[in-house]
């Protein structure tokens, strides 16, 4: 079964431009979350998607923003980048189990680095 | 507010010795569930261990158990007999939400060292 896959793996930008980083779940996943990782902030909640419906968000300004599409697959967007956004950006993808026998647990892809220049 | 705490940013501990990485977490859910990840240097995060909020027993996985006091609210990872590839990064994490929607939210995560 192939894993979550993330493109691009690596990129450069500059200031004042905007990004889009793209995310295919495993297959079967309807929930795909992202997560911004820094040295200084570790992993950072973005959002949550689940059948196309954004589900949960995490506390980023509105220059984040994401989609997801009725396959599954997922997109985010950062417009206006500013250095601080250079980090690595983790998508995840889980079998939503709600109720009592929930689980979750989540399966990363390998990210995206983003570098600000 | 922190919710989930990690007070060891780095351990060693010696080849084939146990170590327990702290984890406590904070929550006013019932329902919940918490994690372990294991982030090697090459940058991929690897589930290791689960255990729900209302299990009554540790859940366990291979070298790998949780140490869950609910009452105290901490979930120590234990890994026994620890091997060189176990160094690498470890982040709790907890699940907590509604059936409209969940999140996952980690710790600063404990860097653990194999010394041979």
């Known amino acids: 079964k192939a894993g979550v896959t993330q493109t691009p793996r690596y990129l450069i930008k500059t200031r004042g431009q905007q990004v889009t980083l793209s995310c295919s779940p495993i297959s079967g996943h309807r929930s795909v979350s992202w997560y911004q990782q820094t040295p200084g902030q570790g992993l950072q909640f973005l959002f949550e998607y689940f059948s196309e419906t954004q589900r949960n968000k995490g506390n980023f300004p509105g220059r984040f923003s994401g989609r997801q599409f009725s396959n599954s697959r997922s997109e985010m967007n950062v417009s206006t980048l500013e250095l601080g956004d250079s980090a690595l950006y983790l998508c995840a993808s889980s079998l939503p189990r709600e109720g009592y026998l929930a689980t979750g647990e989540l399966f990363f892809g390998e990210g995206s680095r983003l570098t600000v220049l | 507010a922190q919710k989930i705490t990690q007070t060891q940013p780095g351990m060693f501990v010696q080849e084939k010795e146990a170590v327990t990485l702290d984890c406590t977490y904070d929550?006013?859910?019932?329902?919940?569930?918490l994690f372990w990840y294991k982030q090697p240097s090459s940058g991929e995060m690897i589930f290791l261990i689960y255990?729900?909020?209302?299990?009554?027993q540790n859940a366990t996985e291979g070298r790998y158990s949780l140490n869950f006091q609910k009452a105290r609210k901490s979930a120590n990872l234990v890994i026994s007999a620890s091997q060189l590839g176990d160094s690498a990064m470890y982040f709790c994490?907890?699940?907590?939400?509604?059936?409209?929607?969940?999140?996952?939210?980690f710790g600063a995560g404990t860097r653990l060292f194999v010394k041979a």
């Open positions: 929550t006013s859910d019932q329902s919940y569930g």
């Open positions: 994490a907890m699940r907590e939400g509604q059936d409209g929607g969940f999140k996952t939210i």
């Open positions: 255990q729900g909020s209302y299990d009554e």
